[in-house]
């Protein structure tokens, strides 16, 4: 419980790869995360996609290949695989985080602002290529 989703390779001896943000090492073509070791999972946004739209936030994937099966491009297969499975309500209560809306710059469009982090009082800015 509260593990957060978990893709588990039983094909690299068990390696888990947390679906974290801070995890994601590729977006290109597909969303791929990996370990601290670099062990990567890829095309996993759609099965993260049927997971967010069902409301499972814990979950183990076991996996025997560094990609999710990409079905017919969408997050439907998933979500009727994952109903039919059926989900199983946890007895520990969700924790919630609560964040502000990143903020956009004005002095560059291809950067933002993320929440202020309370802990550290820091603001990440974040970049991306201007399309």
């Known amino acids: 419980e509260n593990t957060g989703i978990v893709f588990h390779r039983i094909d690299m001896g068990g390696a888990l790869i947390p679906a974290r ?28 996609a049927a997971f967010a739209g069902l ?21 439907a297969p ?7 499975a059926g989900i199983v309500e946890q007895r520990v209560p969700k924790k919630w985080r609560r964040k502000k ?11 933002a602002k993320g929440p202020l982090d309370q802990k550290n009082r820091r603001q990440k800015e974040y970049k991306w290529a201007a399309g």
Do not use: W
Request: aromatic fraction near 4%; glycine fraction near 4%.
């Open 101 to 111: 809306s990143a903020k956009k710059r004005e002095d560059s469009p291809e950067r």
């Open 55 to 75: 409301g499972v936030d814990n979950a183990y994937v076991d996996l025997d290949s560094p990609e999710v099966p990409i079905m017919d491009g969408s997050a």
């Open 78 to 84: 998933f979500v009727f695989l994952i109903q039919c």
């Open 21 to 48: 943000v801070e995890n994601v090492v590729d977006t290109r073509l597909c969303s791929t995360i990996a370990n601290a070791d670099g062990v990567r999972v890829s095309t996993v946004e759609h099965l993260l």
